[in-house]
């Protein structure tokens, strides 16, 4: 489903319930603590990435400032502002995926998927990220896909779990 425009009547009755549950578990008055998992709500249901609508709208739901919104999701690499590939890969390549070897997986993910990073693939199926520490250092050189976390990468395993995608 896409959300556009920038009324907040356009968050349907079933993810405006999703907000809410999350809205609850703040202090009254304190709505815009749940715009971190709002924007996770919002950006499933519009194809993984969040309009500048969308924002809008989610700052005029939590009663809170646009630039507000605006500051959260463009600091963590897991939103995403513009149209996405239906698989979203993110490649650590903080210091100790560094010296464990992220260059060696990034430049196969390249060339397997004939991307550079930071691009989608032709067929929209994966879109490479480059990301900062994802908090899973020890199992380094790690990315995620998706919601999902991969350790101990090696091209061969990098093989093996592309080639599960459908
Ligand atoms: S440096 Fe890659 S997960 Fe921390």
Redesign the pocket.
Same mark, same amino acid.
């Given at each position: 489903m896409m959300l556009t425009g920038s009324k907040v009547e356009l968050f349907t009755e079933d993810l405006r319930k999703e907000i809410d549950q999350w809205v609850a578990k703040y202090p009254s008055g304190q709505s815009q603590s749940a715009v971190i998992p709002a924007l996770h709500i919002l950006q499933d249901a519009n194809e993984g990435w969040v309009s500048k609508d969308i924002m809008n709208a989610l700052a005029e739901y939590l009663g809170m400032p646009k630039i507000g919104v605006y500051e959260v999701a463009t600091f963590y690499s897991m939103y995403e502002l513009s149209p996405v590939g239906k698989h979203k890969i993110s490649v650590? =390549?903080? =210091?100790? *995926? %560094?010296l464990n070897g992220?260059e060696e997986i990034v430049a196969h993910l390249e060339q397997r998927l004939d991307v550079k990073l930071g691009e989608t693939t032709a067929d929209n199926k994966f879109t490479l990220k480059e990301v900062e *520490?994802?908090? &899973? *250092?020890c199992? &380094?050189? %790690?990315l995620q896909l998706d919601r999902d976390y991969h350790e101990y990468l090696t091209t061969e395993k990098l093989d093996k779990i592309l080639d599960g995608i459908k």
């Open positions: 650590c =390549t903080n =210091t100790s *995926c %560094m992220s *520490c994802l908090g &899973a *250092c199992g &380094a050189p %790690m």
